[in-house]
């Protein structure tokens, strides 16, 4: 098992940066694809962006392709978000993910989620 804790959220002007960190516990985070998911009020939750095992494969939504950057560090146990040039349509709860099928973190199949650290960009 694994277990998740976000960091990092906060209020952001329009075209703004922030970093996001997820920090695992356990001894086995290398076995874990991760990914991150962001969720509006009313809406289900939606992709953002993830990351394989050993970090050297990633992918995006559309929406945040150029823009945003994933990556991971498996001595610390962590996974981050760079996000820049932030827009208010970017405002949500950003959740971190772990699976250890990087298929399913693309499905949002993931068994292992964070709390989810809010993010909001103001125009």
């Known amino acids: 098992q694994v277990q998740l804790v976000e960091s990092g959220g906060g209020v952001v002007q329009a075209g703004g940066s922030l970093r996001l960190s997820c920090a695992a516990s356990?001894?086995?985070?290398?076995?874990?694809?991760m990914g991150w998911f962001r969720q509006v009020p009313g809406k289900e939750r939606e992709f953002v962006a993830a990351?394989?095992?050993?970090?050297?494969?990633?992918d995006y939504a559309d929406s945040v392709k150029g823009r945003f950057t994933i990556s991971r560090d498996n001595a610390e146990n962590t996974v981050y978000l760079q996000m820049n040039s932030l827009k208010p349509e970017d405002t949500a709860v950003y959740y971190c993910?772990?699976?250890?099928?990087?298929?399913?973190?693309?499905?949002?199949?993931?068994?292992?989620w964070g709390q989810g650290t809010q993010v909001t960009v103001s125009s």
């Open positions: 993910a772990a699976d250890p099928s990087y298929s399913g973190i693309i499905k949002g199949r993931s068994n292992y």
């Open positions: 356990g001894r086995t985070f290398s076995s874990y694809a």
């Open positions: 990351i394989n095992r050993s970090g050297d494969s990633t």
